[in-house]
């Protein structure tokens, strides 16, 4: 279920702790009462199967990490249970005695500086993060946190008998990083096994009888080593655990090739994405054990789109007849995670919008009328599933989703709108010439800190108590602050801050046709980060220019380039609730175009850099590595049609973050962006290593600092990554920027960084001329 509450009780409580406003007791609190909340809203929507164990306070991994004591040296961790302290030091780094947060500093050797966080990439292909386990060679676990047997054991004082939740041993393992490279984290597997048998056991000596163990790996292409390690993990459970049953779980896709051994491996029930990989469940059946339960998930837990209950009826009919009733449980297709909680709680929504919608709550409500049905009948819930139907059928038909103007515009799309004029070897010299720019220039990525004195101004502007002219003027006035302070700090490429900007999907959702949005439809990202993705459910157009006015207010003081700022069509179609009639490569098309006029607009403008952000590119890669051709070829169209309309002299940038890119560097080179700015430094700059066989042909700016966590980097810091940098990249590629945009940081964080970031492009500068004249001296001798 979804952990932040209605209200995002969560977020705030976390927050709150972490400025020292409430005892941990506080915080404890909260997360109990939202526990508790979720076993009742479950039963109440008609759930007979609930999870325990599927909350956390910032991230599942990072539970499994605490649960089995992979916790890394430097946080300087005794044993036991690891207390909140540690935890959120691995989540969120530390500050360092210097910082407001000292009080999380729990390594002397790290008092000065703060401690670096873990590193935090995309779980599978979804927008929410997970923190990634490091693993040293020959990994010492220890089962050090009993959170899975204390929920447990809260449901059960709460007159709940839930299903323990763990996250399987090898999906863990492969998810996670060895600090050294050469020696795979599945090597540590025996070690790991011996926890879990001692998790397990306690469970059900509890008297937990099921328990689920979930191992989305196998979706995912397998080798060798991965499918022996699933065999050996679960062989094990089943000698030293008889008794107990494992639901083994599956999603975000269909086994594929993993079909045999997920079938074959000995647990009491498999969990199978029915949304995602319809087509596998016939083999599944033939495959699987008379004996063993099937749980269906038939529900779209990635998606907000109510379900067609009769349709799926007609598919589940002939299964619980072939199968037996007793042998089929009915599901989400995978966590409740990814979607908003409740839609009834929506009361600006458009009617007929709000009736296609089905969110948390919603959907276990369907999985009851459906189980009510085949249990009973279809006539037992009749009105329930014509409702369902009248839903989509008037989903399809409504004028409020087709257009045929963007239709038209789509199918006319020609091949030279998706190339820029000339190739980057002639735009650069061009650009150089135009913005005479240093060596290492620098930039931030595009936002700065919404305070809270910029969140009451929107609020207030939305209620009606500040007018749009007030509004506006203050808005002026932050954009102006924030140009003049990044000049005094020196930075050589400004951005206006994105003050009007609520999020940087959402903004553009708001101005575009086709979406609609929600007010408390929140969905976690990372931690207490929250988003409420658009729902796109209508075909795109853009109605009028969305940020050159701001765009103008931000270059019109100052002399300096001032980077237009746009989120790409890549990243709004993964970030948003999408359309499932059409496929999502048409829906990209219909952004992009949209997307290309306000391009075009920024360079009529004067903007001489456009920064178009596709921080989810990776994000929307495929989970199987046969069908990653067919979506970089769409995704990296859509992009060059989005930019590829503008002058050579124009300096087309692009960001991307939080993601594994080293295996698409050669799709990201492709986008022929004249700039990359790329998430880096949480890796530990491990980006780098593609670049000592890849030669990257353009510029490229490697985040030299991590925005999510409160440390600040030292000057000699991110020398050293530019140093490291250096190694593979020419200077003139080589840009100097954050990790990501600074938006939910506060200004205390960012401005002693951005002044250490700017002092070390400096000094990298006379260290180059410094080298320089050594040359020419040599030379001259």
Not at 269 to 276: E, S, T
Not at 612 to 639: H, K, S
Request: net charge neutral.
């Amino acid at each position: 279920m979804p952990r932040i509450g209605r209200h995002r009780e969560l977020k705030f409580a976390l927050e709150d702790f972490w400025k020292g406003n409430i005892a941990e007791s506080a915080l404890v609190h909260t997360a109990t009462k939202l526990k508790a909340r979720n076993w009742t809203r479950q039963v109440e929507q008609g759930a007979t199967i609930l999870p325990s164990n599927d909350f956390s306070l910032y991230d599942h991994v990072l539970d499994t990490s605490a649960m089995v004591g992979a916790i890394p040296e430097r946080y300087d961790w005794k044993g036991g249970p690891p207390g909140l302290t540690t935890y959120f030091a691995m989540a969120r780094g530390t500050r360092g005695t210097a910082g407001k947060e000292c009080h999380h500093a729990c390594n002397p050797a790290y008092t000065g500086a703060g401690i670096p966080a873990q590193d935090m990439t995309k779980w599978f292909d979804t927008n929410y993060h997970y923190m990634v386990p490091e693993f040293t060679p020959g990994q010492p676990f220890r089962l050090s946190c009993l959170k899975a047997v204390n929920e447990y054991r809260e449901a059960r004082l709460l007159g709940y008998r839930t299903r323990p939740v763990l996250l399987g041993p090898v999906t863990f393992l492969k998810l996670g990083k060895s600090t050294d490279p050469i020696v795979s984290p599945l090597r540590n597997l025996d070690s790991l096994l011996l926890v879990y048998i001692d998790l397990l056991t306690r469970l059900s000596l509890e008297g937990a009888d099921w328990i689920q163990i979930d191992e989305p790996c196998l979706i995912t292409d397998l080798d060798d080593e991965a499918r022996t390690a699933l065999q050996t993990t679960y062989q094990a459970f089943a000698r030293a655990l008889p008794n107990l049953n494992i639901m083994l779980t599956t999603w975000f896709g269909g086994l594929g090739n993993n079909l045999d051994l997920a079938t074959q491996l000995p647990v009491a029930g498999l969990h199978l994405d029915l949304v995602r990989a319809p087509e596998q469940l016939p083999e599944v059946i033939h495959r699987s054990r008379r004996e063993q339960i099937l749980s269906l998930g038939v529900i779209d837990g990635r998606n907000v789109w109510r379900a067609d209950l009769e349709a799926i009826l007609d598919q589940l009919e002939p299964v619980v007849k072939q199968k037996g009733a007793e042998h089929i449980q009915l599901a989400p297709s995978c966590s409740l995670l990814h979607v908003p909680l409740d839609i009834s709680v929506e009361t600006d929504l458009d009617s007929d919008i709000k009736s296609w919608l089905s969110f948390a709550d919603q959907k276990i409500h369907e999985l009851a009328v459906l189980a009510t049905a085949l249990a009973r009948g279809r006539e037992s819930v009749r009105g329930q599933l014509e409702a369902a139907s009248l839903a989509t059928r008037t989903r399809k038909t409504s004028d409020k989703i087709h257009c045929k103007t963007v239709q038209d515009r789509v199918n006319g799309i020609k091949s030279h709108m998706t190339k820029r004029k000339s190739p980057y070897a002639v735009r650069a010299p061009q650009q150089q010439k135009h913005l005479a720019l240093p060596l290492f220039p620098t930039t931030t990525i595009g936002s700065f800190p919404q305070t809270g004195k910029v969140r009451q101004a929107r609020s207030a502007h939305s209620k009606g108590i500040l007018t749009t002219e007030d509004y506006e003027l203050f808005l002026r006035k932050e954009t102006e602050r924030v140009v003049r302070w990044q000049e005094q700090t020196g930075l050589d490429v400004l951005v206006h801050g994105e003050f009007e900007r609520n999020d940087m999907v959402q903004y553009f959702g708001e101005k575009l046709s086709g979406f609609a949005f929600t007010r408390h439809g929140w969905v976690q990202s990372y931690g207490s980060r929250c988003v409420r993705p658009p729902i796109l459910y209508g075909d795109v157009s853009r109605p009028e220019p969305m940020t050159v006015k701001w765009w103008s207010c931000a270059q019109a003081v100052t002399s300096r380039p001032v980077k237009g700022m746009l989120t790409g069509p890549v990243t709004i179609l993964n970030w948003s609730f999408v359309r499932d009639d059409m496929p999502r490569s048409t829906a990209c098309r219909q952004l992009a175009l949209a997307l290309r006029d306000e391009v075009l607009d920024l360079e009529k403008a004067g903007a001489r850099i456009i920064q178009i952000d596709e921080a989810a590119l990776r994000e929307g890669l495929p989970l199987r590595q046969t069908e990653w051709n067919a979506y970089l070829e769409w995704a990296v169209g859509c992009f060059h049609l989005t930019s590829s309309g503008v002058s050579d002299q124009t300096q087309i940038h692009t960001h991307m973050c939080y993601s594994e890119f080293n295996d698409i560097m050669e799709a990201i080179a492709a986008m022929d962006a004249d700039v990359v700015s790329i998430e880096a430094s949480r890796s530990g700059m491990d980006l780098l290593k593609t670049f000592r066989t890849y030669r990257y042909p353009n510029s490229i700016g490697p985040g030299v600092y991590d925005i999510h966590s409160p440390r600040i980097p030292g000057t000699d810091e991110i020398v050293a990554r530019l140093a490291m940098a250096r190694q593979y990249l020419h200077d003139r590629q080589l840009w100097v920027n954050p990790d990501c945009g600074l938006k939910t940081r506060a200004w205390d964080d960012i401005q002693p960084a951005l002044l250490n970031m700017v002092a070390a492009a400096r000094k990298l500068r006379i260290s180059q001329n410094h080298e320089q004249r050594n040359v020419q001296s040599a030379l001259s001798t």
